[in-house]
Every structure is written in structure tokens, then in C-alpha cells.
């Protein structure tokens, strides 16, 4: 099992920045090949995918809103995977969850591929 933990959202201005990280711990973890996923839903909206690494080590995919303005990246000794959101927009409000999937290779940009999920952390970006 794994257990996912963000941390890192808050209230910004636009054009701010973030560091959002996500702890994942659990003694499947460290055994597992996974892709990491970051997703957010801003309200009265469907979940949309933002980011995604294979873990440990891999490619790293973006959605076209965040392509640019937003990395994903993960420190192993850590088991924390972090989402560097850049160039704040108002539209970036919302929900940042992260999520470890093991079957989610292909498949990466839909939340039905990832197993397990965090709690969330919001981020507000004022105009």
C-alpha cells in the first residue's frame, strides 16, 4: 500500500510561484515501479491532468495549460515527487492532488490509471 501526503499550496498573487510536494511512503513504495501524476480540480470542474514522471526515473509529461510554466521532478531518497508551478494564472485554481499508479504508462493523463491518491492541496492565484 502507499500513502500519499501533499504539502506546499497556498494563496499567491499571479505571476507567483510554488513548490507543491507530495510524500509518499508505504513498503510497497520502494519496491514498485510507478508513474506519479499530479491532477487538480478547481470547483464545479471535472479533474483535469497537469503532470506526470515514471518513478524512478523517466519521462515527464505535461498538459498543453502547464506546458512551460509548471515541472514535475521527484527525489528518491526522499520519496517525494514535487510540482514547480511557475507563472501563476488565475485559471491555476484549484485542487492539486497527487496520485502513484503502476499500470498508468500509457494511459497517464486519466485518473482511472493511477491506484492511489492524496489528499489534496489547494492553490489560489488572485488577479
Known amino acids: 500500500q502507499v500513502q500519499l501526503v501533499e504539502s506546499g499550496g497556498g494563496l499567491v498573487q499571479a505571476g507567483g510561484s510554488l513548490r507543491l510536494s507530495c510524500a509518499a511512503s508505504g513498503r510497497t513504495f520502494s519496491s514498485s515501479s510507478y508513474t506519479m501524476g499530479w491532477f487538480r480540480q478547481a470547483p464545479g470542474k471535472a479533474r483535469e491532468f497537469v503532470a506526470a514522471v515514471s518513478w524512478p526515473g523517466g519521462s515527464s509529461y505535461y498538459a498543453d495549460s502547464v506546458k512551460g510554466r509548471f515541472t514535475i521532478s521527484g527525489d528518491n531518497t526522499k520519496n517525494t515527487v514535487y510540482l514547480q508551478v511557475n507563472s501563476l494564472k488565475p485559471e491555476d485554481t484549484a485542487i492539486y492532488t497527487c496520485?502513484?499508479?503502476?499500470?498508468?504508462?500509457?494511459?497517464?493523463?486519466?485518473?482511472?490509471?493511477?491506484?492511489?491518491w492524496g489528499q489534496g492541496t489547494q492553490v489560489t492565484v488572485s488577479s
Open positions: 496520485a502513484a499508479g503502476v499500470r498508468a504508462k500509457l494511459l497517464f493523463s486519466f485518473p482511472i490509471s493511477y491506484d492511489y
